[in-house]
Structures are given as C-alpha cells and as structure tokens.
C-alpha cells in the first residue's frame, strides 16, 4: 500500500512540473481584457441615463477597459441630470467616446452637451446636433431675468466644456443662445466634432494614431483597431425605472391607482383593487419625485375626482361629470413641467386616460349612491309593507304571522281572526299594522 502511495504522489509531481510551464503561460497572459465598453442612449435625459451612465464608467474602471463608447440618439431631456453625465463623463480615468448614431439620429439640446464633453466627438451620416437653448415647461423658451440667468449658465458650461476639448468655443456657444443646429458635416468642417464615420470600426480606424485631449490638458492616442466592443445594457432595474420616467405612463399610473382607491373604499374588504391602487400610486409618486411637476396640476387632477362624486350625487345632466374631464385632462397635460414635448404628457394619452376615468367612475358613484338610497330589505325595516295574518283577534293588539314568524301586533282598529294585515311600522318587538279586506 505504501509502495502504490509512493508511485501515485511520484506521478503527480511528474504531472504538475511537465503542467506548470503553460499554467504560468496562462496565468502571465490572463483574461482578455483589453475591450471597448459600449452602452446605448436612445431616449430622453433625465436621472436614469445618469445612473446608466455612471454604471458604465465605473464598470469600464473595473474592467480595465480601453474606452467607453456612448451611442447617442435623444432629443434633449433635464439639465441638471445632463450636468450630471457631463461631471461623469469630464472625471471619467477612461476614455470616453460619444458617437451619435444611427443614421437620422440627433444629439439635441441635452444630447449637444454630452457630445461635446466626449474625449472624442463623432457622428455618423445622416446625423444632426444642437439646437441646446434652455426653455421653460411647455416648450417655450424662457423670459426676461429667468432665461438670461439659466441661458447664461448653459452657455457657461458650453464654454467650458469646448474649451478644454480644443473645439469651437463660439459655434458651440451659439447652439445654447441662438439654437443652432447643425448636420454632420457641419459640425465637422466648424470644429463642433471630431469625425465623420459609418460604424464604430470606421470610427477606430480614423482616430488610430491621432492625438486625443483629454480634460486635463494631456494628450494621448488610442488603438481601438481590432478591440472586442461589449455592449453594457441597462439592468432590469434600470429598464424599469426607464420607463416610468415617462410622463404618459407615470400619469396613466395615478389617474389608475386613484381610481382603484376609490373603488376599494366603495367596496371595502375586496382588497385587490386597494393593493393595485397602492401599487400604482407609489410608482407614479416615485417618478414623479424625479420628474419636475406642477403642484397645480396635481390639484386639478385631485379636483375632477371631486367633480365626478359630486356628478353622482347632484343633477348637473352632466355638466360636473364634463367639468372633472377637462380637470383630469388639463392636469394631465401640465403634470410634467417637461423641456421638452417627449417629457410631457400628450394631448392623445391625457384625453384617453380622462375620458374613461371620468365615465366608469361617474357610473360607479351613480350606482353606489342608488344602492345606499335604496330599500334595506334585511332585518326589522324589512318588515314594512309586508303582508301577513291575523292569529288572533285585534282589538287592538294580538297575535299576527308575518314572514313565518308569529308577532305581538298593535292595530289602528279592530281585526278579526284569520283577516290579512298589512305592516306599517315596527317598535321594538312588536308590529303597528292595519287590516285588509279580503278580495
């Protein structure tokens, strides 16, 4: 047994000397982990892109990656969430790359910033950027003291932006005064970006061996000739909180979940509707939190639920029940104090929220109040009106039998044995009741 011991552990000596050579091989070489990190920005700025952001460039750091590629296609979105991205993307110790892209894409208002605090700045044909005024909550651009503070700090961060990248300081500055626009191939022959390219290897081939500023002041290049480029998607978490920042959904979530309380309140112990109602109005509420609202409009929506009660319990012949869909659509409309049309709530999606609200919950009051007016046919009150027996003579009181059970009866005159009576109130235990002719 010792002997087969010894030849075993001799063996595997063996094994591991002829083996270590190429372990260290691999253990000097390693993982690949040289790469491109890539993430997609297809929709409005507002907190989640800068979380989605953050995520990267920390991830990049992590992964020793070369760069950090951003593909850009948005309309604009918050300023300060864009501030924000710009501060992450200027303290980035990775590359950052900010590629507008796909064809008919555009880097507008917000998106002009991020494009220009890249390390490198790129569009693909067919692309526009600029357009980077500030403007007020319905779109319109802002007014006297308001728009020259806000412009001026916009225009300040253009400036400082540019300015260390070494492009065009003026052209720039003009997309946030004048809300100039500019295509590809403008923005390239003005110095507003640094290339031109089809596709990101088109990219990595023209900034191969060409020097790259950095916010610093350093320059350096980069060869990304070859790199694997892996794309950083937003987790389920991230797609979520995504797509509640959208202002239609966020208002299709309250105007549900308000309606939902109610109808749990009107039917109290069914429970399904007050934990979707619940559900509902933490979610808006938590969107809502991160979205710039009107406190106005807030009210306006809690006002047409009052309208719709009161549609139920008063004859307006409708003028309430129109009055709380103007109010619901009109608080929809001015919810999301939005830069921008995609972050506001659309005339479409406001009219068909309010207007279905507004009827199913004037229907449900209506029946709601009819039911609580109506005849309580269970206990003493259901007596009244019923029809019953004389068990005994009524002169005045006697017996009576009533809904097959025998009552002390009280009657407004004499009523013979066996004459039908009629009950026409009830005092305690005992019935006050009349007699019928018999027919």
Not at 7 to 14: A, D, E, G, I, K
Request: glycine share 10%.
């Amino acid at each position: 047994m010792n002997a087969l011991f010894c030849r075993s552990r001799l063996f595997l000596v063996c094994f591991l000397r002829r083996l270590s050579p190429f372990l260290a091989l691999l253990l000097l070489v390693g993982p690949a982990s040289a790469e491109v990190l890539k993430i997609v920005i297809n929709d409005t700025i507002h907190p989640i892109t800068n979380e989605y952001v953050g995520r990267a460039i920390a991830q990049a750091q992590q992964d020793d990656a070369k760069a950090v590629l951003i593909e850009i296609n948005t309309p604009g979105g918050m300023l300060e969430s864009t501030r924000q991205i710009v501060e992450r993307i200027l303290a980035s110790p990775i590359p950052v790359i900010v590629y507008v892209t796909p064809s008919g894409s555009r880097a507008g208002s917000a998106g002009m910033f991020i494009v220009e605090a890249g390390d490198v700045a790129a569009m693909t044909p067919g692309s526009n950027a600029g357009a980077a005024h500030p403007v007020g909550p319905t779109g319109e651009k802002l007014n006297d003291v308001m728009n020259q503070k806000v412009e001026n700090d916009a225009a300040a961060l253009m400036r400082s932006v540019v300015s260390k990248r070494g492009r065009n300081i003026e052209l720039a500055e003009s997309t946030v005064r004048e809300s100039k626009s500019f295509t590809e191939q403008e923005a390239l022959s003005k110095n507003l970006v640094d290339y031109v390219a089809s596709s990101e290897q088109d990219l990595f081939q023209q900034m191969r061996g060409r020097p790259i500023k950095r916010f610093d002041g350093k320059t350096f290049t980069l060869d990304l000739v070859g790199e694997p480029v892996r794309q950083l998607d937003m987790t389920l978490k991230l797609r979520i909180l995504a797509l509640l920042m959208n202002p239609s959904i966020s208002f299709a979530l309250l105007g549900i979940g308000i309606f939902a309380i109610y109808a749990e309140i009107n039917n109290p112990g069914t429970v399904l509707p007050g934990t979707v109602g619940l559900i509902c109005i933490v979610l808006a509420g938590f969107a809502l939190n991160l979205l710039p609202i009107s406190y106005a409009a807030v009210a306006l929506i809690l006002t047409a639920f009052v309208l719709f009660a009161l549609e139920a319990k008063i004859a307006s012949h409708g003028v309430l029940g129109i009055g709380g869909v103007v109010a619901l659509t009109l608080g929809g409309l001015f919810l999301v104090d939005g830069p921008i049309p995609e972050m506001r709530v659309h005339l479409s999606t406001a009219l068909a929220i309010s207007l279905p609200l507004g009827a199913i919950s004037v229907f449900l009051m209506t029946i709601a109040l009819k039911a609580r007016a109506g005849k309580h046919i269970s206990g003493a009150d259901g007596l009244i009106g019923e029809i019953g027996t004389a068990q005994s003579a009524l002169s005045p009181s006697g017996k009576v039998f009533v809904h097959g059970e025998i009552w002390d009866a009280l009657a407004s005159s004499t009523v013979p044995e066996g004459t039908p009576i009629v009950v026409k109130r009830v005092k305690g235990l005992r019935l006050e009741v009349d007699g019928l002719k018999n027919s």
